[in-house]
């Protein structure tokens, strides 16, 4: 909702120029039916057209109706409607065309603030939503209306002018708006990760302080006061290197086994853990995380890990844990997870990773009463650093995802494969080995399209889209949205016999697919073409060429069907 009304009010700001716009076009008119001769009545009627509808759409921002988005789209069409008619049914005057032009390319830059213009998907609709009013407009003129060639002429050279300038410019925007989201991420997250960095090292700088104070206030307590100093220094010693491994790791396992051992060889407890359960990093199934670090007289339970995740799950904990749990004398039959280990004194810290994810922060150790303040602020700041990686994991992966994956389907993007096929033909060529690669294409999409509407044409795209996933995901290759409605899977290490089998399994399951639409049943078909290095295929740089060939073959053909290249499916006799 909130960018709905963002750019309903930049479309209304538009709007309040347009009464200017029609108040000079009322002018001019009025100087041409005054001063002008041989004036065409149906000429001043279009332009006084064009001025009305300026002020409609002046109107129409005053009074909010732009929160319906039709009404704006209504609005935009009848002024590049009008003013395409008022460009080509001119009585001579040249300067009309250069008016009515600058009118209509200030509709068409009105008009394109309704798409994102960084996906190319909305970049084709907006060319041909814009250019369609003076297509059309043209194409009438041109079969009802007498002129000359030359005017024919002029007004394609503008049209073609027309489109380049939008395609061009709106490429430009495109480009430029994703290198200033990703510069905007970037310093975003730099700022959040140094800002909870100075203030971790400011919090244990003011213990440092005071601990400090209490020393020379206190001399009858300076050994302890000063084994509490070093105990100190220690955490944050080890918290300043664990600060440096979260700001500078991605990969959430090896950071938890960093941490773990750090803990137990650094602070000398029995044992360690950190789970985290349920986790989501960007567009990957939930999973667990989870990694247990001990000295070798603990033993720990094959089902420690189960054992836990049922304890934390339980009412009881919710009751007791209040962001942190400390049992200093543990009875190993209240606390099942513990058993074996011989424990006697743990923490649970809860570390909130986000509004609906948790992760847990286990410490164990032998000496009973042993978690105090002094040491359950090290745990919790070693817990708040841990929310931090996890975002910082999380940001990457979405970012990544965003980069490599298609946004519709989940699977690699074309300018993903783009970099890594290469790499993929190389280790082929070099280590001789097979490749195989199969393309394959929805049959008659256009139609689909046009008889269910493009959110109905998204879901088959995207369940296609899923399919090669899933296929590629369970036989180690690679699966890629190739085009609008075209799908590459690159299957290193397996031969046609091989990828022929799987390709059908999936081709099946396409077919027996069933889309709803308004309670009726639609199927959707493919055709697939497969090419491999070297069975079918001499030269592997021509191996995806090859499996588009016999997609093609497969839909020359009669659709729906698999073909494997070959000299016949070339167009070979």
């Given at each position: ?27 001019y ?29 002046w109107?129409?921002?005053?009074k ?8 704006l ?6 002024v ?48 041909l ?5 003076m ?24 049209i ?18 994703d290198n ?110 989870f990694?247990?670090?001990n ?78 303040d ?7 700041g ?21 980069a ?19 790499e ?39 369940y ?7 296929t ?22 397996k ?12 081709h099946?399951e ?10 009726t ?7 697939i ?22 997609m ?22």
């Amino acid at each position: 909702m909130e960018n709905n009304e963002t750019l309903f009010e930049t479309e209304s700001a538009f709007s309040k120029y347009n009464k200017y716009i029609a108040a000079m076009l009322a002018v001019y008119y009025l100087m041409i039916v005054l001063f002008g001769k041989n004036n065409s009545i149906f000429e001043v009627v279009i332009g006084v057209g064009v001025s009305a509808a300026l002020l409609l759409d002046w109107a129409a921002g005053m009074k909010k109706y732009f929160y319906k988005k039709f009404v704006l789209r209504i609005i935009r069409y009848s002024v590049m409607f009008m003013s395409a008619f008022a460009m080509l049914y001119t009585s001579g005057i040249y300067v009309t065309i250069f008016i009515m032009s600058a009118v209509y390319m200030a509709t068409v830059f009105e008009h394109l603030f309704l798409y994102d213009i960084s996906e190319d998907y909305y970049k084709i609709s907006a060319v041909l939503e814009t250019i369609f009013p003076m297509t059309l407009v043209t194409l009438i003129y041109y079969f009802f209306a007498s002129c000359t060639n030359f005017e024919i002429i002029i007004v394609v050279i503008f049209i073609v002018i027309f489109v380049m300038i939008l395609v061009s410019n709106m490429k430009v925007c495109g480009e430029l708006i994703d290198n200033l989201l990703n510069n905007m991420y970037r310093q975003e997250r730099i700022a959040t990760n140094s800002k909870e960095e100075y203030e971790n090292l400011k919090v244990y700088q003011s213990k440092l302080v005071h601990a400090n104070e209490q020393l020379s206030i206190q001399r009858f307590q300076l050994q302890k006061l000063n084994e509490s100093v070093k105990s100190q220094n220690r955490q944050m010693d080890l918290q300043h290197k664990i600060l440096r491994r979260i700001s500078a790791s991605l990969e959430i396992g090896k950071l938890t086994e960093f941490v773990t051992s750090s803990i137990t060889t650094n602070l000398q407890v029995e044992v360690c853990g950190i789970f985290m359960f349920d986790i989501v990093i960007g567009d990957d199934e939930p999973k667990d995380f989870f990694n247990l670090n001990n000295i070798y007289d603990i033993k720990l339970p094959d089902n420690t890990v189960k054992l836990f995740k049922e304890f934390v799950s339980t009412e009881e904990f919710s009751q007791m844990c209040d962001g942190y749990m400390v049992v200093n004398d543990v009875n190993e039959e209240i606390y099942p997870f513990v058993r074996e280990m011989h424990i006697s004194s743990f923490l649970i810290y809860v570390v909130n990773l986000s509004e609906n994810q948790k992760g847990y922060l286990f410490v164990g150790k032998k000496t009973n009463g042993y978690f105090n303040d002094n040491n359950i602020g090290f745990y919790k700041g070693i817990g708040e650093q841990m929310t931090v990686a996890i975002n910082n994991a999380e940001l990457y992966a979405k970012m990544h995802d965003m980069a490599t994956k298609d946004s519709l389907t989940k699977i690699f993007n074309r300018r993903h494969f783009n970099a890594k096929y290469p790499e993929l033909i190389r280790k082929a060529k070099e280590e001789n080995k097979v490749l195989t690669v199969i393309l394959f294409d929805i049959d008659k999409f256009k139609n689909i399209n046009d008889k269910y509407g493009h959110l109905f044409g998204d879901g088959v795209i995207s369940y296609c889209g899923y399919m090669a996933g899933k296929t590629a995901n369970e036989n180690n290759a690679i699966a890629v949205r190739y085009g609008g409605e075209e799908f590459v899977i690159v299957f290193p290490d397996k031969n046609v016999e091989e990828v022929y089998a799987i390709v059908e399994k999936m081709h099946g399951e396409i077919k027996e697919k069933v889309f709803d639409y308004e309670g009726t049943d639609v199927h959707v078909d493919v055709s697939i073409g497969i090419a491999s290095y070297p069975e079918t295929c001499d030269d592997i740089n021509e191996i995806l060429s090859h499996a588009d060939i016999a997609m093609y073959y497969s839909k020359n053909t009669g659709r729906g069907r698999i073909t494997i290249y070959s000299g016949k499916s070339r167009g070979e006799e």
